[in-house]
Every structure is written in C-alpha cells, then in structure tokens.
C-alpha cells in the first residue's frame, strides 16, 4: 500500500538555524513527489516538487528537496530558516490517480 | 484571480442538517478532489474526479454526496451532518499530463463546525 512518513511531527527552530524534515514514501510505481507548506490559517500552497531528472529540486522561498530513491526519501531543506516559515509542511506522493499525504511537520520558528 | 475558489469559507450548522460546499477552478484542469483536513492536520481525501467522472472514491460515509455539473465545479453534498464531520473541507484541481504528471492546486478551504 501506498503511504508517506514523516518523521517529525514537532519541530522548533531559531531564525538562521537550518532546517531538514524527513519524508519516506512507499510507492512501487514511479513517484511523483511534493512538499506543500500550509501558513497558519491558510491552504496548503506547492513548495517544490520532483517528477524525474535532477534528483536535487529547488523550490520557492529557498527551500529544496533531495530525492534519494535507495532511501525512499524525499527530505526538505532550507540552509537558513526565517520567523515567516513558521508553518506546517506536508510532503505527499502521487501514485495512479491518487495523492498521498504524510501528517505533517509542525515547524515553529522562534524571532 | 484566484485559481481554486470555494464557499462559504465557514459554514456552521446544527447536527442533522444537511449543506452543501461549492468549489470552482478557473485553471482548465481536467480533475478536482475533496480533501477533509482534521483537527490533528491531516489530509485525506475524500473524492476524484476527471472529466466530470467519479476516479476516486475513498472510505467515505454516503451521507457524502460530490456533484461535478462540468469540469469547471466540483461541489460537496452533506447530508445528516455528525459532530465528527466538523473539518476543514479543501477543494484541490490538477491536469493530468503526458508521463502521468501533475500538480494539484488547493482552495482556500471551508471550516465546517457543527454543533
């Protein structure tokens, strides 16, 4: 079955500080992969996503993801985190028709 | 102009009730999903559809009834509304691409209480 971890589910930062969160999936097929980011009280908006190629994407807002396909693992990154990313980050797979979501990283960064 | 649009924002209503969700993509994709979001944050979906066609239909209550008129709308029917429906309710609508590829964009979503 089709599914997606992500393994923090808290995470508290001070501004500067670099940020990685984790996402494994478990997909037999080909994957499309994405990092979505929902702001307090708002949608979820695309960060970056990867179909094929360059396993490295860059995404909006200095965010990237690296794409390690030995690992299942498809982890976001920001060398330098700001008070405005204070949010929640949801990475999803896409299989046939359907999406699916981890249950979310909760970042909070401290001013 | 925004992409994917849904109404009312929030709608609160009492158990019993029945409502409906509107949603609208003016991006010309050719498939729309409902998503419920818990209290927790997670997303699940609930319904797909392509071409105004049922594609997904998750383990959903039939008190859940989606409407697709066109391929432009995407409504959500509720019937006999349950304390465990309160949710957010997002929309989302992708166009399929050639490899199988696509992105999906979310509404703003709907904040459904009922008491």
């Known amino acids: 079955a089709q599914s997606v971890s992500q393994h923090n589910h808290h995470v508290i930062l001070s501004e500067a500080a670099s940020l990685e969160l984790g996402c494994n999936y478990s997909y037999g097929g080909t994957v499309n992969l994405f990092w979505y980011v929902q702001y307090p009280g708002q949608h979820l908006q695309l960060l970056l996503k990867?179909?094929?190629?360059?396993?490295l994407v860059k995404g909006i807002k200095g965010f990237e993801a690296e794409f390690i396909k030995s690992k299942f693992s498809f982890n976001l990154r920001k060398p330098s985190v700001q008070w405005s990313d204070t949010a929640e980050y949801f990475c999803a797979v896409k299989g046939t028709y359907k999406y699916i979501f981890g249950t979310g990283t909760r970042l909070k960064v401290l001013a | 102009d925004t992409a994917v649009s849904q109404t009312p924002k929030y709608l609160v209503t009492q158990m019993g009730n029945d409502k409906s969700i509107k949603c609208e993509q003016n991006l010309g994709h050719d498939t729309m999903y409902w998503y419920k979001q818990d209290s927790k944050k997670f997303l699940k979906i609930m319904f797909s559809?392509?071409?105004?066609?049922?594609?997904i239909n998750e383990t959903v209550p039939n008190r859940f009834s989606p409407k697709s008129p066109d391929k432009a709308h995407l409504n959500l029917h509720i019937n006999s509304l349950e304390l465990g429906d309160s949710a957010v309710y997002f929309c989302a609508s992708s166009q399929l691409l050639a490899g199988g590829t696509d992105t999906q964009y979310f509404g703003p979503g709907t904040r459904l209480t009922v008491l």
């Open positions: 559809y392509n071409n105004k066609e049922l594609i």
């Open positions: 990867y179909f094929s190629g360059d396993p």
